[in-house]
Every structure is written in structure tokens, then in C-alpha cells.
């Protein structure tokens, strides 16, 4: 027997521990925490009472989680999780039927998108049966920081530094991912509300790559708990070829050793058109888990 409702605030750690608990029995290590969760619920346009749940069993004790997002105004994204000790029980079709329940009131017209680890395959065929197909491959690519990865130099003409301000980082990925699959890009103000919504924001971690006074590169990242993580790494075109994404790369290794973090992670389009699952290898990272992306509409 299991209950589902909204999750509160106080449901934090136990959601963060289904989290954990999937984690651990695929890969042997933690890749979501607390930090993580609340960035998630403190996106803009997200309610935690209506756009998210949590399965308890007859103890009270939280065993999945599930949440569904409009990312965008015709797309719709959701994804769950439930504790490896408790699948099999019908927890995990409760919550799809959640999310598609939600789905429907936040975009009548949408495509809907789900992700799910790539070796559930129960999942998958959960998804098959519901008319969903899978449309993008992703990994979670790692490297550890001891020994303390070295920041090396920037490109010939090329300095790299954090930003002053945000406008020269949005204005750089909006050119560097225009051509990427699934990308929308956001307005300034509006892409600037959601980065400063993050508990975890914390800009002295971003770099920007510039050519004289035009900025050519940028990462950004934050860290949770023991883990840094790099979230968009993006050059001009113009730019590419020069080195300049595995000189922020490098710089910001760096900058989370000195942090005392022991390792960092980021999320990789598998099919990316630039090749960035091999520029992550030459700079010392690997492939650690692979997720997959399904897709309806």
C-alpha cells in the first residue's frame, strides 16, 4: 500500500534520500543531493503543491517522487523516481498518471517529455505503452579533482575571468546553442530570474571568455554538497577550434579543487553537434551514468 500527495518543504531530505537510493544501486555513487532538489523547486513558474508528489508507504516514509514542468510553451517535462526496494508495486504508474494529469492543465497542446535512467527498463516499457519513444541519449560525465587538476593557460588573445555581470554569459550561449536540439532561448530578464532563483547560484564559480571586449565563451556551474557541477559550457562559432572550451573547462576544474570539492560532473547531450562528449574526454572526464530522454506529441 502506498499514499501519494504533494510534497512540503519538510520533504526535503526524504525526496533527496529516494534520490540518493536510485543512485547508489545503479552507479555505487551520489549524484543528486538536498542541493539539487531545492534548486529544482525553486525554479520560476514551478508550485511544489501542484506540480510534483511523493509516494509514502503505510509508515510514512517517502519511496518516490515525481515532478512535470513546462519548459517551454507547446513542451511539457516530467521525470520520478522510485526507491529500488519498493518498484514493482504499481508506484511508479500512480505518479506517470500524476504527471500526465498535470501535464494536460499546464500546455493543452504540448509535447510531453519524460526522463528516465537509461538501464530502467521497466520504465521504458511504461513509456512504450503510453505512445512515448525515445528521442535524445544523455550522459553524466565525471572527473575526480585529486590530484588537483591544473588550470593551464588561456588561448593566444584570450583572457578568462568571472563575469562582472550575467548579460555577457546569456549573450554567448544564446549564440554558442542556437543550433542545438530541444534549445529555446530565454529572454535576459527571464533567464536571469531563473539563474538568481537557484539557492545555489553563485556567480564567482561562472568564467567568461573574451576576445578582446567581446565575449566568446562562458561556463556556468554551482555546487552541491561534495560535487561541483558545470552547467552550460557554450563558445561562438566564430570561436570554436581555438581551445577556448577546454580553457574554461580546465579554469574551472580548478576553481573547485580549490573549493575542496572532490569531484565534478556535468550533463551532456550524447548526439551533441559539436562534439562535446569528446572535447569533456581530452580534459579528463568520463562517461559515469547515461539517462534517456522519451518523448509524446
Given at each position: 500500500?502506498?499514499?501519494?500527495?504533494?510534497?512540503?518543504?519538510?520533504?526535503?531530505?526524504?525526496?533527496?534520500?529516494v534520490l540518493a537510493a536510485d543512485d547508489l544501486a545503479g552507479s555505487g555513487q551520489v549524484f543528486f543531493?538536498?542541493?539539487?532538489?531545492?534548486?529544482?523547486?525553486?525554479?520560476?513558474?514551478?508550485?511544489?503543491?501542484?506540480?510534483?508528489?511523493?509516494?509514502?508507504?503505510v509508515a510514512g516514509t517517502v519511496v518516490g517522487?515525481?515532478?512535470?514542468?513546462?519548459?517551454?510553451?507547446?513542451?511539457?517535462?516530467?521525470?520520478?523516481?522510485?526507491?529500488?526496494?519498493?518498484?514493482?508495486?504499481?508506484?511508479?504508474?500512480?505518479?506517470?498518471?500524476?504527471?500526465?494529469?498535470?501535464?494536460?492543465?499546464?500546455a493543452p497542446?504540448?509535447?510531453?517529455?519524460?526522463?528516465?535512467?537509461?538501464?530502467?527498463?521497466?520504465?521504458?516499457?511504461?513509456l512504450r505503452a503510453r505512445g512515448l519513444r525515445?528521442?535524445?541519449?544523455?550522459?553524466?560525465?565525471?572527473?575526480?579533482?585529486?590530484?588537483?587538476?591544473?588550470?593551464?593557460?588561456?588561448?593566444?588573445?584570450?583572457?578568462?575571468?568571472?563575469?562582472?555581470?550575467?548579460?555577457?554569459?546569456?549573450?554567448?550561449?544564446?549564440?554558442?546553442?542556437?543550433?542545438?536540439?530541444?534549445?529555446?532561448?530565454?529572454?535576459?530578464?527571464?533567464?536571469t530570474a531563473e539563474q538568481t532563483a537557484s539557492p545555489s547560484h553563485d556567480p564567482s564559480l561562472w568564467l567568461v571568455a573574451w576576445d578582446g571586449d567581446e565575449p566568446v565563451g562562458a561556463v556556468t556551474a554551482n555546487l552541491w554538497d561534495d560535487r561541483g557541477w558545470v552547467g552550460e559550457v557554450g563558445v561562438r562559432a566564430s570561436h570554436r577550434g581555438r581551445g577556448i572550451a577546454g580553457a574554461l573547462l580546465r579554469r574551472s576544474f580548478a576553481t573547485f579543487a580549490d573549493r575542496g570539492l572532490a569531484r565534478v560532473l556535468l550533463n551532456?547531450?550524447?548526439?551533441?553537434?559539436?562534439?562535446a562528449t569528446a572535447l569533456y574526454e581530452r580534459v579528463g572526464m568520463r562517461v559515469v551514468w547515461r539517462w534517456d530522454l522519451w518523448e509524446r506529441g
Open positions: 500500500m502506498f499514499e501519494l500527495r504533494a510534497p512540503t518543504p519538510d520533504d526535503l531530505a526524504a525526496v533527496a534520500a543531493d538536498e542541493g539539487f532538489v531545492r534548486d529544482d523547486w525553486s525554479r520560476p513558474g514551478f508550485a511544489l503543491a501542484d506540480d510534483a508528489w511523493v509516494a509514502s508507504d517522487y515525481a515532478q512535470v514542468l513546462r519548459e517551454d510553451p507547446d513542451i511539457v517535462e516530467s521525470w520520478g523516481v522510485v526507491h529500488p526496494e519498493h518498484r514493482g508495486r504499481g508506484i511508479g504508474t500512480a505518479l506517470l498518471d500524476r504527471i500526465e494529469a498535470r501535464a494536460v492543465t499546464l497542446a504540448f509535447r510531453f517529455r519524460h526522463a528516465i535512467n537509461a538501464r530502467d527498463h521497466a520504465a521504458a516499457e511504461l525515445p528521442v535524445r541519449h544523455f550522459h553524466y560525465m565525471q572527473i575526480d579533482l585529486d590530484p588537483r587538476p591544473e588550470p593551464g593557460g588561456a588561448p593566444a588573445g584570450v583572457r578568462i575571468e568571472p563575469p562582472a555581470d550575467l548579460e555577457p554569459v546569456h549573450a554567448v550561449l544564446v549564440d554558442a546553442f542556437a543550433d542545438d536540439w530541444g534549445y529555446h532561448p530565454e529572454p535576459f530578464d527571464r533567464w551532456v547531450d550524447s548526439a551533441n553537434p559539436t562534439g
